[in-house]
């Protein structure tokens, strides 16, 4: 069996009805998992579920509203009744990413981003990777930012929320990894997607500034995102991968 071959896995992408959570969902489904596509938009995400239908794969869609801990809390147990009572890999995708300025920030927004960003994936990982340890496996990945890791204006919300993935990621690792689950992130750069879109040139500039030189794409993320949850990546734990075209390296 290929390091790659997800066959018989159930996986649980959250925010995976576009850009990065649907690549990895479409790349997942490849390799043979089962795919959850979770998410607010019914008609997107059933499109993804059919694409992935129409390629052989095996996918399905659960509706989720991850600002509410009870609605988190009943995706992780919708999503084990239908994966066959276990989800042996979560990708914890759904974010929001408002920038401005600090001082012009309304406390409703700061409250949304951390309830999204920082809660949901906190209080999902509770639900899931306890039963992952019980069965002695299990691939948790926790999308982060380079805005987690670089000083930059008018990201100061955004970023922190990513901070704190990434030690959550690392203490997870620390949590979980001694029985068999293994916890890891990616730091995505400038990525061309649905919900970048109207950055336009300011993407651009922004990626310029890499030694690629160019934008990423989500496919690019997917696979990083790919191999982390497979067995080629068996002895990463804890691990922020950037996946940025070089940013944070310059």
């Not at 408002?98 to 927004?109: I, L, S, V």
Request: with cysteine; aromatic share 4%.
């Amino acid at each position: 069996m290929s390091s790659a071959d997800l066959t018989g896995r159930v996986a649980l992408l959250t925010g995976a009805t576009s850009g990065i959570g649907a690549a990895t969902a479409t790349l997942l489904a490849e390799q043979g998992a089962h795919v959850l596509v979770a998410g607010r938009d019914a008609d997107r995400g059933e499109r993804v579920v059919a694409g992935v239908r129409e390629h052989g794969g095996k996918a399905d869609f659960l509706a989720a509203d991850l600002q509410h801990a009870d609605s988190v809390r009943r995706l992780a147990r919708e999503a084990t009744a239908l994966g066959g009572g276990h989800v042996d890999i979560l990708v914890n995708n759904a974010g929001v990413y408002p920038f401005g300025p600090t001082a012009e920030t309304p406390a409703d927004q700061v409250d949304s981003v951390y309830d999204l960003n920082v809660k949901a994936p906190f209080y999902l990982v509770g639900e899931l990777a306890p039963a992952m340890a019980e069965r002695g496996r299990g691939a948790i990945v926790n999308v982060s930012t380079i805005a987690a890791e670089c000083g930059i204006a008018g990201m100061a919300l955004y970023g922190s929320s990513k901070a704190a993935v990434n030690l959550l990621t690392k203490a997870w690792a620390a949590e979980f990894g001694p029985r068999g689950v293994r916890v890891n992130a990616v730091e995505p750069g400038p990525i061309r997607t649905e919900g970048t879109a109207g950055m336009g040139d300011d993407l651009t500039a922004l990626a310029a500034q890499a030694p690629a030189g160019r934008p990423g794409e989500a496919r690019e993320v997917a696979e990083a995102i790919a191999y982390l949850v497979s067995d080629a990546a068996s002895f990463v734990q804890g691990a922020v991968l950037p996946v940025d075209g070089g940013r944070t390296a310059v």
